[in-house]
C-alpha cells in the first residue's frame, strides 16, 4: 500500500508570487484534505476534497484554491503570496467512511 | 468554534519515566478525537484514534483515554524511551465536521 505524497519538499517563492502544491492520496482513498501548519501552531484546515468537488473549507481567503483529479490526487494553489504563508502545508488522505486521517511528510514553503 | 489546548507545551523526562500528555476541547460533540506523533519538519503520524463513544485505546506503550463530557483526553506513554522524543498532536474531529481541529501540541524529549 502506497502512503501519501506531497511534492515538493520545499519551495521559495516571493511575495506577490503563485504557488503550486501537490499531493498524491493513499491508495483506495478518495478524500483529501489540505492544512497549514505555522512554525509552533498545530496544523489549520484549509479545504477538503472529496470526489473532486470541495467540501468544506477553513478560514482562508479565495487565494487558496485547490482541485482533486480523477485519481484522487490534488493540488494547492496560492496566488499572490504573502509573507505569512511561509509554512509547513500538509495533505491528508482518507476514505470518506472511515476515520483515520492519514498525512503526507508535507511542503515547506518559504515566502520571502 | 472548537478550540484545542494542550499542556504542557514542553516536558523534558529521564528514559524510562511514565508520562502524560493532556488535551483539552472547549466542544464537547465531538466525533472522534486523535493523536498524532510529528517528528521536526515532517508529516504527522497517527498514534492512536477514539471514537467519541469509547472511553480508551491502547497501542504498545501508549494508551489515550477521552472524557467526551469534561472535554478532557489524556496520552499515556510507559516506560519512555529517547526515540519516543517528538511533538505530540491532539486532533478532534465535530459531529458534522470533516475536517480536524488541532492543538499546538506538546514537545516532549525523553533523556537517555
Known amino acids: 500500500e502506497t502512503g501519501v505524497t506531497q511534492s515538493p519538499t520545499h519551495l521559495i517563492k516571493t511575495r506577490g508570487q503563485q504557488v503550486t502544491l501537490r499531493c498524491s492520496s493513499q491508495?483506495?482513498?478518495?478524500?483529501v484534505s489540505w492544512y497549514q501548519q505555522a512554525l509552533g501552531q498545530g496544523p489549520q484546515f484549509i479545504f477538503q476534497y472529496y470526489r473532486e468537488e470541495e467540501n468544506g473549507r477553513g478560514n482562508f481567503p479565495p487565494r487558496f484554491s485547490g482541485l482533486q483529479f480523477p485519481n484522487y490526487s490534488s493540488e494547492l494553489n496560492v496566488n499572490a503570496l504573502e509573507l505569512d504563508d511561509s509554512a509547513l502545508y500538509l495533505c491528508a488522505s482518507s476514505n470518506w467512511d472511515r476515520d483515520t486521517q492519514y498525512f503526507g511528510p508535507g511542503t515547506r514553503l518559504t515566502v520571502l | 468554534k472548537q478550540e484545542v489546548t494542550q499542556i504542557p507545551a514542553a516536558l523534558s523526562v529521564p528514559e524510562g519515566e511514565n508520562l502524560v500528555l493532556n488535551c483539552s476541547f472547549t466542544d464537547s460533540a465531538i466525533y472522534n478525537l486523535q493523536w498524532f506523533r510529528q517528528d521536526p519538519g515532517k508529516g504527522l503520524t497517527s498514534l492512536l484514534l477514539?471514537?467519541?463513544?469509547?472511553r480508551e485505546q491502547t497501542s504498545g506503550r501508549l494508551n489515550a483515554s477521552l472524557d467526551k463530557s469534561s472535554g478532557r483526553s489524556t496520552l499515556y506513554i510507559a516506560a519512555s524511551q529517547p526515540g519516543d522524543s517528538a511533538t505530540y498532536l491532539c486532533a478532534v474531529r465535530g459531529t458534522g465536521a470533516n475536517n480536524l481541529f488541532f492543538g499546538t501540541g506538546t514537545r516532549l524529549t525523553v533523556i537517555p
Open positions: 491508495s483506495g482513498h478518495n478524500t
Open positions: 477514539i471514537q467519541s463513544s469509547q
